[in-house]
């Protein structure tokens, strides 16, 4: 049987992808969502000249060593009227500047006795003003569509009076593990059982990538008992199995699928860890049969689910990966597309270097855990040298 190549499987699954449609939110509720359609000022930033500094706002033209100060003028307090000559207005950070004031006089470089204030140190045209619209226009497109709204972009939305946005939806997962030898965590394990972590994993990493997900638990190895699981989650963008994808006397999940209408269009990918993985969809839904040894799992999830559910919510596909210098030498491959954990390090010149872990079973999730960076070697790659430039894929979950 010839497995599939890795970049042909994520070709294939992402080749019908489109995003969801969108759906308007509060900016409250936006952090994390996808913009759907570009956000546009409402109004220019500042939206009058402000002043920078506490001090006293004077015209430059007639500044003289003392002059008159006639109001105040504080955030939210703008003064009403206009200066004459001889006249200052003291003025407060952000606040307004009068419309005849062209510089502000800070107030370190003064004195005062409330009525009379002294220019100790005069200022220029324009010292201490922030002109209207410096941060941005009214009808500036400032945040462009397809990107994940972080704390920051929230912050220039809300400076830009945008309070209701057009995000994509978010895609629905639904997460099922499978596996007489599983129990929750916090259980009692029998000696046969060991504690289920694949779905946990998976549920927070579909969250993180901006899933809404329904967590199905544990499924006992049962035909019946699987295809009504699955049956249930016809509503889900995506379903997202572990385990059970064989064709071993207990393993049910492709016989399931195929009876509840779901079309396999491959399984085994030419990879290591996580050949088992299966691909099929049913209408618009797509469904995910990942390994059920953590670590296939995750790497599978991290080179399958996350390219599926960015492009469900319209973000760009992702960049070529990164290289790094391998800090020990690595053995030729076979014909199976390898993902080694390793850790990354910073070299004195700057350079990456990535180290491969000495053992690499698809067990091992505390050495997973330690790992920045995937060494990708390819097909049939020679042996790599001490110093050789990789190519890697961080680990970034």
């Known amino acids: 049987m010839t497995l599939m190549p890795v970049e042909e499987a994520r070709a294939r699954i992402l080749a019908n992808v489109k995003p969801l449609t969108p759906e308007r939110v509060p900016l409250a509720r936006a952090l994390g969502r996808v913009l759907a359609k570009p956000l546009h ?3 220019d930033q500042p939206p009058f000249n402000a002043s920078a500094m506490d001090g006293y706002a004077v015209r430059s033209e007639d500044m003289t060593t003392e002059l008159k100060v006639i109001g105040m003028s504080a955030a939210g307090h703008a003064f009403k009227g206009k200066l004459g000559s001889g006249e200052a207005v003291r003025i407060f950070t952000g606040a307004p500047v009068p419309a005849t004031s062209d510089a502000i006089v800070i107030q370190e470089n003064t004195k005062t006795d409330g009525k009379i204030v ?8 324009g010292q201490n003003i922030r002109p209207r619209g410096l941060d941005f226009k009214k009808s500036e497109t400032l945040l462009p569509a397809s990107i994940r709204l972080n704390a920051r972009d929230i912050g220039l939305a809300a400076a830009m009076n945008c309070s209701i946005i057009s995000v994509r939806k978010r895609p629905v997962v639904a997460v099922i593990a499978t596996g007489d030898e599983l129990i929750l965590p916090g259980g009692t394990p029998r000696a046969d059982q060991i504690v289920s972590s694949n779905s946990d994993a998976l549920v927070a990493l579909a969250k993180s990538l901006g899933a809404e997900v329904i967590n199905c638990g544990i499924v006992r190895d049962n035909l019946k008992v699987t295809e009504r699981v699955i049956l249930k989650m016809a509503k889900a963008d995506v379903i997202v199995t572990t385990g059970g994808a064989s064709v071993g006397e207990h393993d049910f999940i492709q016989e399931a699928l ?15 860890p996580g050949k088992p993985f299966m691909y099929g969809r049913k209408g618009k839904q797509h469904v995910l049969g990942l390994p059920g040894n953590p670590v296939s799992a995750l790497v599978c999830a991290r080179l399958f689910l996350k390219p599926l559910l960015d492009g469900l919510q319209g973000l760009p596909a992702e960049e070529a990966p990164a290289t790094a210098r391998l800090g020990a030498s690595m053995n030729a491959n076979d014909s199976r597309q390898d993902y080694v954990r390793a850790k990354l390090e910073i070299a004195a010149d700057g350079s990456r270097i990535a180290t491969a872990f000495n053992k690499q079973d698809s067990s ?9 960076c995937l060494i ?16 890697i894929l961080n680990l970034d979950f």
Do not use: C, Y
């Open 118 to 125: 002294t220019i100790l140190q005069s200022a220029r045209i």
């Open 364 to 372: 091992m999730q505390r050495t997973f855990r330690n790992a920045h």
């Open 41 to 43: 000022a409402k109004r």
């Open 258 to 272: 195929k009876n509840t209408g779901v079309k396999i269009d491959f399984w085994k990918i030419a990879m290591r």
């Open 376 to 391: 990708i070697r390819p097909p049939n790659a020679p042996e790599a040298g001490e110093g050789n430039l990789v190519p």
